[in-house]
Nanobody
Framework: QVQLVESGGGLVQAGGSLRLSCQAS????????MGWFRQAPGKEREFVAA????????TYADSVKGRFTISRDNAKNTVYLQMNSLNTEDTAVYYC???????????????WGQGTQVTVSS
């Protein structure tokens, strides 16, 4: 069992940056691939980024490639999402998730956090 708690969301102006964190409980964090997803009002939850167990492999949605960076610190049981050049279309609730593979498929993730709100103003 893994419990995930996101933090770092907030209100930011377009063009600004935020760094999200996801703290995991337990001693098995390093055995999970981690992903970030987001859900805007009235839309499906969509993939943002994922990272492999040791951080050696990352993947991104086309919409965030070059602007967002996912990383992890297994010693701190934490995964991060650095978000730069934010625009209003990035406004959403952001969720971290733990699973077996760093993929873009929601159903492959077993554990989810409660989400953190990111709002980008124009």
């Amino acid at each position: 069992q893994v419990q995930l708690v996101e933090s770092g969301g907030g209100l930011v102006q377009a063009g600004g940056s935020l760094r999200l964190s996801c703290q995991a409980s337990g001693r098995t964090f390093s055995t999970y691939a981690m992903g970030w997803f987001r859900q805007a009002p009235g839309k499906e939850r969509e993939f943002v980024a994922a990272i492999s167990l040791n951080g050696g492999r990352t993947t991104y949605a086309d919409s965030v490639k070059g602007r967002f960076t996912i990383s992890r610190d297994n010693a701190k049981n934490t995964v991060y999402l650095q978000m730069n050049s934010l625009n209003t279309e990035d406004t959403a609730v952001y969720y971290c998730a733990a699973g077996s593979q760093p993929v873009a498929i929601k159903s492959w993730y077993d554990y989810w956090g409660q989400g953190t709100q990111v709002t980008v103003s124009s």
